[in-house]
């Protein structure tokens, strides 16, 4: 594509669309992610990965999450899981 983003700008841009495509699935819209012009399997798969270990999640727990449902069908509020291994904010371990 010949896109040149910084890194720390790329992390602000990642942060933001994550939250923003996690509130609205999480509340209950429709969307495709990508639109009309998506990027490879090969792309995904890189950058997913990425993510998941940056927050500490490994691909077998990320299945096992989705196989329990989404939060907010067992009454909790978006963002209420935290990542394996991590307590949630104000927790006591």
């Known amino acids: 594509m010949g896109m040149s983003i910084s890194g720390s700008e790329l992390q602000r841009l990642m942060c933001a669309a994550t939250r923003?495509?996690?509130?609205?699935l999480e509340?209950?819209?429709r969307i495709d992610p990508f639109g009309?012009?998506?990027p490879t399997a090969t792309e995904v798969a890189i950058t997913v990965?990425?993510?998941?270990?940056?927050v500490g999640i490994e691909p077998f727990e990320l299945g096992l999450w989705r196989s329990w449902g989404r939060p907010a069908s067992r009454g909790q509020a978006p963002g209420d899981?935290?990542?394996p291994g991590r307590s949630p904010a104000g927790a006591r371990g």
């Open 20 to 24: 923003a495509c996690a509130r609205s």
């Open 27 to 29: 509340s209950g819209a």
């Open 36 to 38: 009309a012009d998506p």
């Open 49 to 54: 990965c990425a993510m998941l270990e940056s």
């Open 81 to 83: 899981v935290p990542a």
